[in-house]
């Protein structure tokens, strides 16, 4: 089926008179066909049908909500090579990789489905009446969560699949109960309809409100701003830069109402390599360090960005084979030419700062946007604000840490982050010890001798953290703690079993996780 | 003990050249002592003590925690009469009911204790390695929840023992591991220093870290902001008026690091009398309600500001009756004459308003600050914002509605509520059941043929609701859910039991209800 380049408005298909084209990030060119841009009067009827939506679509059961989680999957799946090569064409990801995100797109529907049928994510909470009770009787209260309203989900560029249209922010708010409309990434709006169709495909299949689902596309920012502004949204998912997500928030606690905003921003996640892991196998962490800071050009939330090392004489072997490795790294091409512009940015800017030493760049090239890795170091003594920044992309600051204390100061100087790592052997652990309360302090996840890039889709999983990593560190982007960000709590009173939810009425309660009078009950 | 009017700053009692004096409501006269006034530099050290103590508070076990809970409740109990004695020279609460609000207060001091011991707040999430994975293994995740970090909490005027110094926020956020900053009220100093005292006792009885509690008391809206604005704040617990609030909304937001601000600010808690429930006892409803209405003159968040009667032969019955019982009760005096004053301005607003008709008032009296009950209609279809904003006291509107259809309508205009009640018998239930959408996105707890007064703190319970309710409804202020608005989940990846927290060992996970690999295991 040939790409329209229509905006998805319930079932509506609609094309405006501005349009915008995808560009090939490798071969430098615009690519067909040009994509409808959604002005305020299509933000007005995707919020308007969304809101009406809402009551029917967050009153389905668990198990017709799962299948349509689970039915979104199919469709995906159905789409076959067509998504795949046009999400190649639209960011220069490889095959490999965009098949292995759709595996875990796919995955993470199913995981919601999943969720829903184990029923706990209602939070059910029952105080049965104590009619008897002195000097004041007890009422009887049932306690469950309800969806929020309808969400604006942005799509990521780093992620077309997994962090976009039917993303984990939209796979947790479909699961939560919640419409949502998703504001397309502009660099890939013909991997977005396609992802599109196959929603809205499962929304006629599943027989549901056709405002459950909305997709609009623009490359201007007044069309993001419009949709969190807009009073019938109730929530915000978004992943992307510090600028874009703080602007966000900003739109979101200027409203009447002031809306929870879930973005995820910015990260350098700091790798800690302490003297016991550097002298058991300071080669290898060089070499892995490379390949985790290399993969996919570096393009992940959760790239390692800053490396501390406590000097040793093992640190400089570990640089050199850093710096081999990243030497022998052929450079790929990074999502737009934007990002590239930006990668190239702000290794300069690191590369022209006096207190930061030039240790490695990836092999160079001719082909457009492709980002050579970048490898630089500076004394713990010498560490900014600045220099801690993220710059996305393989670039990456070993900091070196003449002693414990320094290492402390710099991490205490950190801001939030999504991840950081401790490479130990067991007689580090004390130092380790002393670095925990710190680190939990400032981050979402604590990995022990690994690499942050690659996050496991589960129900452990944190993908967020203190600001400015997220906009709210209560929560996390991946896996399924994701649906409590959009539900909140109603107490029932008293009610008569006629007037309670399904998941309240007094024969319901044992089939369903819950609390009895406080008790844990599975 | 004779109060000191001092700060409580840590182990520190400070006085200040800036005082104020509290105000008997009863007599309108000024008591002693004067209290002094915090200023920036109390703020500097309260929140740098409070900074210092959180990593040794936050990691204590849960055993401990709740004994330091405990001991405060016990402390508070040992204060005997004074403590009612100051509260009602304060605040002119009667002593019967400081006595039941002090057993509330201790009341949730002890059941947050025992929420601790019951473990599940931690939140606890094991994801086990599956190394054998295909195409990739899986490593071992852990998750569980810590605190944000210093909370400050500002003191409530109405209730000066339960949302006070030791009240519902402090419990929760001590609960969570967060040291309390109070900010305290300024109507009731003398209260607040004495409950201070008990709390800084029972920190020395435990052995804590001097900085988990302070109190700064203060007449100006500097200190407030001050504190909210602090770098090393994390969280806000708020009780108080929608200006208020709504003020440390835009502080917190404008931070540097934003952070979360819990405002339950306003609520007019709609009560629905469907025909039903008219006819079969219209004239004890009327009644009841004015019981509700009058109770502490009104000044409860859950007053029934509001009260949608659909038209039939009994709302007559109603009317008279609610008429002819606040025409019979006695004013009370209110909290203080700022309250009084906005009290009378309110009513005087809505006696003056065209569309408003003034159905009774309460006696008349000579006493200082009493305020008179009054009770107003309007037909629905000049139901206006103006007429639906709170009056806090004793003050109520009756909307006659002429039909299902208004009743709708005017209930989709209402803003956010902590409560609503419908009054229904079984022939209700067909209109209840299409109401109930519509009142499910608009509050945080839905009552049946009862009172939104008294406010059970327990598990089940919701004390929340959408904006202006409150400011993030996703939570509540009352109950054992609170605990959650201190806590964040982190994800420890890979990390030997040597380095993992207790909860999250490999011998510990059936100590404490969790989930294992998604199952809920309690």
């Known amino acids: 089926m040939p790409l329209t380049g229509q905006l998805f408005i319930g079932r509506e298909r609609v094309a405006t008179s501005q349009t915008f084209r995808a560009a090939n990030p490798t071969t430098a060119s615009l690519i067909d066909p040009p994509f409808s841009s959604a002005g305020a009067a299509e933000v007005e009827r995707a919020c308007q049908l969304a809101s009406e939506a809402f009551d029917q679509y967050r009153a389905l059961d668990n198990e017709t909500r799962a299948k349509f989680l689970e039915t979104i999957g199919d469709r995906i799946m159905a789409l076959g090579d067509e998504l795949l090569e046009r999400a190649n064409a639209e960011s220069g990801l490889p095959l490999a990789r965009l098949t292995g995100e759709r595996g875990r797109t796919v995955g993470q529907l199913r995981l919601f489905a999943d969720e829903l049928r184990k029923g706990g994510w209602q939070g059910v909470r029952i105080d049965p009446a104590m009619p008897d009770r002195k000097p004041l009787p007890r009422a009887d209260l049932r306690q469950r ?108 606690a200027a409203r009447k109402e002031p809306i929870p905003v879930y973005a995820e921003m910015s990260s350098v996640n700091p790798v800690l390599l302490l003297p016991g892991a550097l002298a058991a196998r300071a080669e290898a962490l060089g070499k892995e360090f490379v390949g985790s800071l290399t993969m996919g050009s570096g393009q992940f939330c959760t790239n390692p960005g800053l490396v501390f090392a406590l000097e040793g004489p093992h640190v400089d072997t570990f640089i050199q ?92 100087k950190l801001e939030g982050q999504l991840t950081a790592t401790l490479h130990v052997t067991e007689q580090d652990y004390p130092i380790a010890q002393k670095l925990l309360p710190t680190l939990e302090r400032k981050v979402g996840r604590i990995l022990a001798n690994g690499w ?60 369903t996780p819950h609390r009895f009078d406080g008790v844990y009950r599975s």
Chains 1, 2 share one sequence.
């Open 145 to 252: 969560k309800v969806p929020l309203g309808p969400v604006v989900v942005f799509g990521a560029s780093n992620f077309p699949l997994a962090f976009s249209v039917a993303g984990g922010d939209t796979a947790s708010a479909l699961a939560a109960g919640c419409p949502v409309i998703v504001k397309g990434h502009s660099a890939h709006p013909g991997t977005s309809e396609l992802v599109a169709q196959a929603i809205s495909e499962a929304v006629a299949q599943c027989g549901l409100h056709p405002g459950v689902f909305s997709l609009l596309n623009g490359d201007k920012r007044d069309l993001g701003a419009g949709l969190v502004a807009d009073p019938r949204i109730k929530a915000v998912g978004f992943t992307g830069s510090r600028g874009g997500g703080v602007a966000l928030m900003k739109i979101a």
């Open 321 to 412: 084979s850093a710096a081999a490795a990243l030497g022998g790294a052929a450079p790929q091409v990074m999502l737009t030419a934007g990002i590239y512009d930006a990668f190239q940015k702000g290794v300069d800017r690191l590369a022209t700062n006096k207190s930061v030493k030039t240790i490695a760049r990836g092999a160079d090239t001719q082909g457009a946007n492709c980002g050579r890795g970048a490898l630089f170091s500076v004394p713990a003594g010498a560490l900014t604000h600045e220099i801690a920044e993220e710059v996305f992309g393989a670039s990456s600051v070993i900091v070196r840490c003449a002693n414990e204390a320094e290492l402390v100061d710099a991490l205490e």
């Open 452 to 511: 942050p890039t690659g996050v496991e889709v589960s129900h452990a999983m944190v993908h967020g953290g203190p600001y400015p990593a997220t906009s709210d560190s209560r929560t996390t982007s991946v896996g399924t703690l994701a649906i409590e960000r959009f539900l909140r709590p109603v107490c029932y009173q008293d009610l008569p079993d006629a007037l309670l939810p399904p998941a309240l009425k007094r024969d319901a309660q044992s089939a």
